[in-house]
C-alpha cells in the first residue's frame, strides 16, 4: 500500500507487518500514517535499530488524539511503516514540552 505524503513522498508498508501491529500494540498503520499530518511532530534518528539501514521514529498525534511513536525507514521517495505504539510517559513528557 502507498499513500502519498506529499508530491515528494508516500508511505508504504507490509500488510502482514500492519495486522501484527494491531495485535501488539493495537494501533492500525492507517492511523499511524496520520501523525505525519501533525505539525508538532518530531523525526529523530533510532541508532539502535540502524543496523543496515537508517531507522527513524516519529512522535506525534494523531488525527484520533492518540500520541504515537512511528518506527519507520527512508528510501528515496518512499517511507516504510515498521511500528506503531503509544508513547510511553516519558516519550509524551518530552513531547508536551517540545523536547
Known sequence: MCLLLSLLS?????????NNN???????FEEAVTVFGDPLAVTILDPDHSV?????????QSKSQKLL????????NE???ISAR???KQERKNYESGV
Not at 511513536?69 to 528515496?76: A, K, L, Q
Open 86 to 88: 503509544l508513547a510511553s
Open 79 to 81: 517511507i516504510r511503516l
Open 22 to 28: 494491531i495485535k501488539k500494540h493495537s494501533i492500525s
Open 10 to 18: 508516500c508511505l508504504i508498508w507490509d500488510q502482514d507487518k500492519a
Open 69 to 76: 511513536v512511528i518506527s519507520h525507514t527512508e528510501r528515496e
Open 52 to 60: 543496515g539501514e537508517f531507522r527513524f521514529l516519529t512522535i506525534g
